[in-house]
Structures are given as C-alpha cells and as structure tokens.
C-alpha cells in the first residue's frame, strides 16, 4: 500500500515539480545553450537586418526548461511557427515561434511597405505568409550556419514547415514528434527599428538540446578543428566565463579602435597541426606575429575626412552585434565577440579556420 501511495501522490504532483526533478540540464550547459542561441541569432539578425533593410537585433536570451502545454500556453495567441529538422550534423528540430503582430509588421515592410498602421489587422494574407516563412526560414538557415562554423561540421536543414494557431490546442502538434514531454525554450528580445519591441522564441526538444552540448564539447567539434590531442581549453567552458561573455556582449557597440590579444591567439598553434609538417611548424613558433581586431571599415571621400574635427561620429558599415574581424598580419583567420576581461578588452573567439589554413595564410 506504501508503494502505491507513492505512486498516487507522484501522478498528483504538478509537471513543474515533475520537470524540476528531471534536471536535464546543468546550469553551465543552460548557459552554453544560451550563448549558442545568442551567437546564432546575432547572425540571423543580419540576414534579417539586410532583408528588412532596417536595423535587427536579437539579444539577451533566457534559457528554462519547461513542459510542452506550458509553453503552448504561453505562446502569444495568435502566433506563427516555423518548424524544420535538421537532416545532418545535428539530430532533431528547431522550431521558431514569432506574433502574428509581429509578422504582420514584417511581411507589410517586406511588400514595400512601412510597417505602420497595421494595428487593426489580425491575419495573413496567402503571399504575406510565405514572405514572413521566407524571412523565419532565412534566420533558421543562418543560426544553422553559425552553427556549422562553430562545430566545424555541415549541419543542414530540412524544407521548412509553416503552422500559424489561433488557439493553443493547434500549436501542440508542433511538438507531436516530441520524445519528452518537456522542452528547451529559448526566448530572445526582438527588435526591429521603431516597429517592433517584443519577443521571439526557440523550441528544441531535449534531445536536441543535449545533442547540441555534446556536439560543442566533442573533442573533434569544439569550436576549433583538430585532432583528439588538440582539446577545448576547459576554462572557456566554465561558468565565470560563460557569465562574463553574457555580461559584456554589449560592449561591442561601444568599441571604436583595434586591440591587441596575441597571447591568447597565438597559443592554438604549439598544439597539434599536422604530424607530417610538425618539425617544419617548431621551426616559426618563435616568428612574433601582430594581431588586430577589426571592429568595422566604411569608405569616405576626401571632403569628409578633411572636415573631421574632435567630436565628429564615424558610422561603420558593420551592425552593433556583428562578430569582429580577427587579423593576424593582416590576413583574417577568425571572428569574434569583444569582452571584458579585468578591465581590459578582450575577444572570444565563435569561429576561426583551421592550423594548416592559418599557416598558409600568414605567408611564412
């Protein structure tokens, strides 16, 4: 009768308590998860800046772990999902959920117009569904790239599927394929120009999540390429760090000159390049190499520099949230976002091209 009990009262207890207990994620893994989403859709809002022609940005992500008819209810109503699995690379889906408010604002700027007065309307017409699924399908494809440079593995995606809902009952078959009855939702802050301010949301089953973390802490798929003596220094995993890239990613917008972090570069390559070519390697490790960090470039003519004087602003041509351009004597072999590390500027690095190609690169 004991046992029974237990069981009674486990069948009571409400999905949070059960999901809690679960604990499919570490806090740390949580973070990465976030700091993955934010790198992706940091990329993804450049696409979608340059298809909108308007200023995009996705930021300041929150990671839970919450029950499928949680999320269903939270979802503002009514809404637009585009749903597409990934086919190689990565196992499962990635679903991305946006209001239809939302959409109607981007589908009237994608059709040529402005994105105001459109307050009253409350529905898709057939063509502006498929632009507002072109532009949805366009930032699931980029965070799907960012993703593949950061593992160093292709990771393609699936044909897209569309679902827009008017009540919650309609949204779960989103999740139908669903092994769990728990998921990973991702919620970013969504801006667009003056037009939008609101939130845009990522869906990923657990197992998609736990395929992710494991992907990004593989020996061999890390977010550098080499071999299995070639390993991710555990310390840019830990949480200090993984805080610290999330307390100052804004700090990018605010940079205005190159610095220089060639000892934290400059390390990767007394470690694993090529057996067959390693003597050769020994040979330059001692070469000094300058580095830079390029926050932007834009053109101007000879009016416009003669007429700069203390206070004057230089627009780049380059987003507030866009990587950086990493260069070692002058040839670019990596991107990265710029951090604060005890009070001096640093840059982590979210993508960088293999030792063989670094080498040949630098022309040594």
């Known amino acids: 009768m004991k046992d029974d009990e237990k069981v009674d009262d486990s069948l009571k207890s409400s999905p949070d308590k059960i999901t809690n207990k679960l604990n499919y994620f570490s806090d740390e893994e949580k973070d990465l998860l976030g700091e993955i989403g934010n790198i992706c859709m940091g990329n993804a809002s450049t696409s979608f800046s340059k298809l909108l022609q308007k200023p995009v940005t996705i930021t300041t992500p929150s990671v839970e772990i919450v029950s499928i008819s949680d999320v269903v209810k939270e979802f503002v109503q009514p809404h637009i999902a585009l749903k597409v699995k990934f086919l190689s690379g990565i196992d499962g889906d990635n679903v991305l959920v946006m209001s239809i408010k939302d959409a109607i604002i981007i589908a009237d700027v994608m059709m040529g117009g402005d994105g105001k007065n459109v307050e009253d309307r409350e529905n898709l017409n057939e063509i502006e569904v498929s632009a507002v699924s072109e532009a949805m399908n366009q930032m699931i494809a980029s965070s799907a790239t960012s993703m593949s440079t950061m593992f160093q593995k292709t990771i393609d995606i699936s044909t897209p599927e569309t679902i827009i809902s008017y009540k919650s009952d309609s949204s779960e078959r989103l999740f139908s394929d669903y092994n769990s009855e728990e998921v990973v939702k991702i919620k970013f802050h969504m801006s667009v120009g003056d037009l939008i301010n609101s939130k845009i949301v990522q869906i990923l089953s657990i197992d998609t999540g736990k395929n992710i973390i494991n992907t990004m802490l593989n020996d061999q798929n890390g977010f550098r390429e080499g071999s299995k003596d070639q390993r991710y220094d555990d310390e840019s995993l830990d949480n200090q760090n993984l805080k610290a890239v999330n307390d100052n990613y804004n700090s990018a917008s605010s940079m205005r000159k190159n ?64 990587p950086v351009d990493i260069l070692v004597n002058g040839k670019q072999i990596a991107t990265g976002e710029v951090v604060v590390v005890n009070e001096n500027f640093g840059v982590r690095i979210t993508a960088i091209i293999s030792n063989a190609e670094r080498v040949k690169n630098l022309n040594l």
């Open 259 to 322: 610095y220089n972090v060639s000892e934290a570069v400059l390390m990767p390559l007394t470690q694993g390049s090529n057996p067959k070519g390693s003597n050769n390697i020994d040979l330059i490790l001692d070469v000094p190499l300058e580095i830079s960090v390029v926050l932007g470039r834009t053109k101007k003519n000879v009016g416009d520099i003669l007429n700069l004087g203390t206070g004057s602003l230089v627009e780049l041509e380059k987003l507030a949230e866009e």
